[in-house]
């Protein structure tokens, strides 16, 4: 694959990654529970959640449009999925008060934020890269 067709297709992934974050994770949350949702009963966790994930993903809907000018917001993208799939993977198997595991999490949206990170990684480009193709 080469640099235009990386460009174009990392485009894409940032559309799809936007549209999903913007409108998917509120009724993923009510739709798949033990995947997505990490309190039940009433929580101002869910709505707070889905407030953060709708900016990010407006914002990588406006990365799309020229991609190697929001590298640092590509990049944001990346590491903050890293690092919140991370954190939920090992909460996952931690035990609530009522005692509740939240297993269901390593099928639902720990992998998804690790896909999300891996693809946008592989397509970003980064160093000398980055730089010749902003030159």
């Known amino acids: 694959m080469n640099e235009a067709q990386r460009l174009a297709a990392l485009r894409i992934v940032l559309i799809v990654v936007g549209l999903i974050a913007l409108f998917a994770f509120g009724p993923l949350m009510i ?3 033990s995947g997505w949702a990490w309190h039940s009963g009433h ?4 709505l707070m959640m889905v407030g953060i994930y709708a900016t990010l993903g407006v914002f990588l809907l406006r990365a799309s449009r ?3 000018k929001h590298l640092s917001l590509i990049w944001f993208t990346v590491w903050s999925s890293v ?3 991370a954190i939920m993977a090992v909460q996952s198997f931690g035990v609530e008060m009522d005692g509740a595991r939240h297993l269901g999490h390593l099928a639902g949206d720990v992998p998804a934020l690790f896909i999300v990170a891996a693809v946008l990684a ?3 480009p980064r160093g000398d890269k980055a730089r010749a193709l902003l030159a």
Do not use: F, R
């Open 122 to 124: 592989v397509l970003t």
């Open 83 to 85: 690092v919140h799939g």
């Open 66 to 68: 020229d991609p190697l």
């Open 43 to 46: 929580s101002d966790y869910p």
């Open 31 to 33: 739709l798949w529970p």
